[in-house]
């Protein structure tokens, strides 16, 4: 059974960081690109960052670009998002996907991220 499950979301004050992870199980992770999504209260769903499947190349979206660094450790089966000076407009619960498994509209239960003083 095909899992990615979420952690490291909590509560922040601006500025500061967190570190978000992303358990993979049920597949090779090393043969997929993985990417972070974020869903704010009342809006859709936005892709934040993408990582290449063995790390070579990723993308940030231009709002948390210089701020937001995508890595994976495949050996660990995990992707990671860390995330530095953290502001008020990040507040969102965060997934992480396959590409597929996005357009499929399957999604895990994510991370709550809020970043509030």
């Known amino acids: 059974q095909v899992q990615l499950v979420e952690s490291g979301g909590g509560l922040v004050q601006p500025g500061g960081s967190l570190r978000l992870s992303c358990a993979v199980s049920g597949f090779t992770l090393d043969r997929y690109g993985i990417g972070w999504f974020r869903q704010a209260p009342g809006k859709e769903r936005e892709g934040v960052s993408c990582?290449?499947?063995?790390?070579?190349?990723?993308y940030y979206a231009d709002s948390v670009k210089g701020r937001f660094t995508i890595s994976r450790d495949n050996a660990k089966k995990t992707v990671y998002l860390q995330m530095k000076n953290l502001k008020p407009e990040d507040t969102a619960v965060y997934y992480c996907?396959?590409?597929?498994?996005?357009?499929?509209?399957?999604w895990g239960q994510g991370t709550q991220v809020t970043v509030s003083s």
């Open positions: 996907n396959t590409g597929v498994r996005a357009a499929k509209g399957s």
């Open positions: 990582i290449s499947s063995r790390g070579s190349s990723a």
